[in-house]
Nanobody, 118 residues
Framework: QVQLTESGGGLVQAGGSLRLSCAAA??????????MGWYRQAPGKQREFVAT???????FYAVPVEGRFTISRDNAENTVYLQMDSLKPEDTAVYYC??????????WGQGTQVSVSS
């Protein structure tokens, strides 16, 4: 089992920045963490991909956030970060982190609210 704990959400004005963190705790250390990433869900919309980082450090971004958001990870701490700059009101959503594991299972965080005012 893997438990994810998110932090860093909040309310910010347009143009501002926030940094999200997501720490993974494994109850079974034989499970390896592979890709880590973030999705978001705005009110009335489906959950959508935001960014992912592979265990080799490769990064991928959704078009709406590319150039404004930066994903990174600390493998020693099993933590993934999302630095969000130049935030826009349309970035308002609940942000969910996930990890993909060596047992072919994806785990999700509980979600953290990000609200951007105009």
């Amino acid at each position: 089992q893997v438990q994810l704990t998110e932090s860093g959400g909040g309310l910010v004005q347009a143009g501002g920045s926030l940094r999200l963190s997501c720490a993974a705790a494994r109850s079974d250390v034989s499970i390896s963490i592979r890709a880590m990433g973030w999705y978001r869900q705005a009110p009335g919309k489906q959950r959508e991909f935001v960014a992912t980082v592979t265990n080799g450090g490769g990064t991928f971004y959704a078009v709406p956030v590319e150039g404004r958001f930066t994903i990174s990870r600390d493998n020693a701490e099993n933590t993934v970060y999302l630095q969000m700059d130049s935030l826009k009101p349309e970035d308002t959503a609940v942000y969910y982190c996930h990890v993909d594991t060596s047992v072919q299972r994806r785990y999700w965080g509980q979600g953290t609210q990000v609200s951007v005012s105009s």
